[in-house]
T-cell receptor, first 116, second 114 residues
């Protein structure tokens, strides 16, 4: 049973389109994250939600909008896709409270987004 | 502000040789430190973590890391490399307050030669 699952695994789309990536975790964690990994493997945090509340919103274009309907789900919607959005997007979760920063993350397997 | 520097974007070792991947951190408060491994086309997997208990931390797959506050380092080692260790390794730091943000290093690609 997958702990953090993302769908879809691959996404190829044209510039200007709107797309969504979904993430679900069954670990009972209270915090979820979106990270972007570029072609050089650099990982950059985009957003974080703690119990459905947005707590981290890094310098990300407004075209990116996260939504967390409950603490087990965190989705990412991207409007007007651009070539530079091509990357691997990772969802992760952690139990940030009651143990805090030392718990580490559990990552999903990633969504490879290719904008053509 | 916290940051992580991994020395060497690529490291190559022979099978059976010592693996040493270097990581230095910067943090304004006592940090939590992590090493993650990423195999091709997969997500990151937690190898080990330092949370202010023992300074020598043992992880999965025979890896260990030592926290040295005076050197602000958290280097990852494994006594004997195996072909299956070939992967990308990331050092990461998060601060104790809140702990919602983890900053990752640029990664080190480990190659293992037969």
């Amino acid at each position: 049973d997958t702990a953090v699952s993302q769908t879809p695994k691959y996404l190829v789309t044209q510039m200007g389109n709107d797309k969504s990536i979904k993430c679900e975790q069954n670990l009972g964690h209270d915090t979820m994250y979106w990270y972007k990994q570029d072609s050089k493997k650099f990982l950059k945090i985009m957003f974080s939600y703690n119990n459905k509340e947005l707590i981290i919103n890094e310098t990300v274009p407004n075209r990116f909008s996260p939504k967390s309907p409950d603490k087990a789900h965190l989705n990412l919607h991207i409007n007007s896709l651009e070539l530079g959005d091509s990357a691997v997007y990772f969802c992760a979760s952690s139990q940030a409270m009651l143990g805090g920063a030392g718990n580490g993350y559990t990552f999903g397997s990633g969504t490879r987004l290719t904008v053509v | 502000a916290q940051s992580v520097t991994q020395l060497g974007s690529h490291v190559s070792v022979s099978e059976g040789a010592l693996v040493l991947l270097r990581c230095n951190y910067s943090s304004s408060v006592p940090p939590y430190l992590f090493w993650y491994v990423q195999y091709p086309n997969q997500g990151l997997q937690l190898l080990l973590k330092y949370t202010s208990a023992a300074t020598l931390v043992k992880g999965i797959n025979g890896f260990e890391a030592e926290f040295k506050k005076s050197e602000t380092s958290f280097h990852l080692t494994k006594p004997s490399a195996h072909m299956s260790d070939a992967a990308e390794y990331f050092c990461a730091v998060s601060e104790g307050t809140g702990g919602f943000k983890t900053i990752f290093g640029a990664g080190t690609r480990l190659f293992v030669k037969a």
